[in-house]
């Protein structure tokens, strides 16, 4: 209760202690164990702590595995949240190992997990790019845009976000006139669903006329 009243004002730091004395307090292997294990985890990304973090991912993840097994879907947050942890260590080939693993899990249940295995590979594109691979990432962003396409799951904000991510690889492939097509596409989705003077929407009507004076 005073863990999530704590984190709820934003005292993450405090929060941490008493989720923590909640640990100490009850050890016992079950689902309120995972959910802190895992809140702690959450808290030390949000107070810039990555390494703690993925400590407390870990033992989050040896709780899931004892209860499910390798292999089942409840992991996969898990594995992600570890993935991002090192993304924000700048450690990207560790990263990618657990999005990579989290994707396994996901494509053995592809009818039920369309919209999440479309995130997966956005979020392996991202790395993919940090690395320098910029045409695996953009094979993984083409991955997630046809998913999008014929998902009900996913949205046309998943399509929009998919294309931005495109742009910004063929920005750094100096393929303007391919960044610029991509970025076109996602404004016009943009015009669809969100207001003139949204933030989304600013930002890509800037990046656009960025391009655009780029290419002059």
Known sequence: MLGNLTKNKGDYELSI???????????????NLIENYNIIGDLYIKIDDPKRAIEYYNKTLILLIKIFNEDHPELVVCLNNIAIAYKNEKKYHKALEYH???????????????SDIAILHNYIGIIQRHLGYFNLALEHYQYALEICKYSFSSSYIDIAKTLKNM???????????????????????????????????IEIEEKIQYILVQLK
Do not use: G, R
Request: proline letters at 3%.
């Open 167 to 201: 742009s910004i690889v063929y920005e750094d492939k100096n393929e303007l006139e391919q960044s610029l097509l991509c970025l076109k596409k996602a404004a016009t989705i943009y015009q669809d669903i969100l207001s003139p003077i949204h933030a989304d929407m």
């Open 100 to 114: 990579e693993k989290a994707l396994t899990i996901l494509e053995k249940h592809p009818l039920i997990h369309q």
């Open 17 to 31: 202690q008493w989720f923590k004395k909640a640990i100490q307090i009850n050890t016992i292997e079950n689902q």
